[in-house]
Structures are given as C-alpha cells and as structure tokens.
C-alpha cells in the first residue's frame, strides 16, 4: 500500500460548483497536513496547512483532516475557472525531510 | 513574500555532461530541497539541507549531488546528465527545522538529449 493516495484526476467541474478532493494515507504517525496549488509550468504554491485533526477554512476553500479514517479533504464552494490547476495534498510526521506529497489532482473548472 | 529564483526555466544538455541547477532564497530560510516532478510519480525528494555546508539523502539521490556553500543558495549538480534524468526539477525552501511549510520556485524542466 502507498504512503498516500489521491486520485490523479482529472476532474472536470462547471463554474460554480462545489469541488471535493481527497487523499488517503496509511502512516498514522502523519501530523501535519497540506494542500498545494499548482498551475501549469510553475511551482506548487501552499495553499492550506492544517495540524492535527479538524476543520480549517480560507474563503472559498476548507480543508477537513479525518485521522481516525486516515483521510483528508479539501473543499472549493464557488469553483473559478481561475481554480483549475493540479492540487497535491502532502504531509509529514514533524521530522524534517520526511513530507510525503500525493500525485496530485487536476482540475479544470469550466466557464 | 518568500522568494524562491531558479535560474533556468528550460535548459537542453546533451548526455553525459555536468549539469548545474542553481537555486536562491531571499528569506533568511534554514532548510533547502530538491525535488523532480514527473508525470505519474509525482514529486520525489532528492536531497535537502539543513544549514550551510550541510546536506542529506532524500528519496532518490543517485546520479546527483548538491553544494550549499552560502545559506541562500542550493545548486542541484547532475555531474554526467543521462537521459533518464530528464525531468521537472523543482528547488523549495522552509523556515526552520520544525516548519513544514516548503515555498517552491518555478521549477527548471530539463531535457537531456
């Protein structure tokens, strides 16, 4: 089984949509979880950076961590065009070198 | 804003020559690493660093090596270029020790011919 899993996509939404992404992990020692943005030909960007378990919200996007389910989501209301990039969850369990990233998700939001 | 600058966008180098992928940070940041991206796999660390004249085997270190003579700058060294090593390479950097928060550059896509 892989360290983390995310479903590479793509995903095709229309303009407005509600939009979920979701990685799951086996490493139950994982404490820090991230997503990053990354639109084409550039680096990935931190989008959101959560400790522990719970809900985390910025605007539109809110990222949810299930530790019991070793799951974790983010969530985009009001989906933009200018949303559509590929979305990579990554986490680490604190030691310094050791942050797994997913394959990442692409997204395309339709206008 | 942190800033990360990698010197090239787009580099052509032919098989078997020494290639150097230079990477600077204008945030006073600890940590530096080097990652190649590539379609299916994803990002794969290759080595990181802590503090100058430091460094540390990441997940796939061979046919690279890494100098950080400065704390702003990390150079990624091929030191003969194969064609398997055509990627993007992507140069990132963090805080400190404990900061898991990696601000990336714009990455280098490299052919090797």
């Known amino acids: 089984q892989k360290e983390v899993e995310q479903d590479p996509g793509p995903l095709s939404v229309p303009e407005g949509a509600i939009v979920s992404l979701n990685c799951t992990y086996s490493n139950s020692a994982f404490q820090y979880f991230m997503w990053y943005r990354q639109y084409s030909r550039k680096g990935p960007e931190l989008l959101m950076y959560t400790y522990s378990s719970g809900n985390k919200e910025d605007g539109r996007f809110t990222a949810q961590v299930d530790k019991s389910s070793k799951y974790i989501s983010l969530f985009i209301r009001d989906s933009q065009p200018s949303d559509s990039a590929t979305y990579l969850c990554a986490m680490s369990t604190g030691s310094q070198g050791n942050l797994i990233f997913g394959k990442g998700t692409k997204l395309s939001v339709k206008p | 804003d942190v800033k990360v600058t990698q010197s090239s966008r787009y580099l052509v180098k032919r098989t078997g020559e020494k290639v150097f992928l230079e990477c600077v940070q204008d945030m006073d940041h600890e940590n530096m690493f080097w990652y190649r991206q590539d379609p299916g796999l994803g990002l794969r660390l290759i080595y990181f660093?802590?503090?100058?004249?430091?460094?540390e085997k990441g997940d796939i270190p061979e046919g690279y090596s890494v100098s950080r003579e400065k704390k702003e700058r990390f150079s990624l060294i091929l030191e003969s270029a194969s064609t398997n090593q055509t990627s993007m390479y992507l140069c990132?950097?963090?805080?400190?020790?404990?900061?898991?928060?990696?601000?990336f550059g714009s990455g280098t896509q490299l052919s090797v011919l």
């Open positions: 660093s802590y503090d100058v004249k430091m460094k």
């Open positions: 990132a950097s963090s805080l400190s020790v404990d900061n898991e928060k990696l601000f």
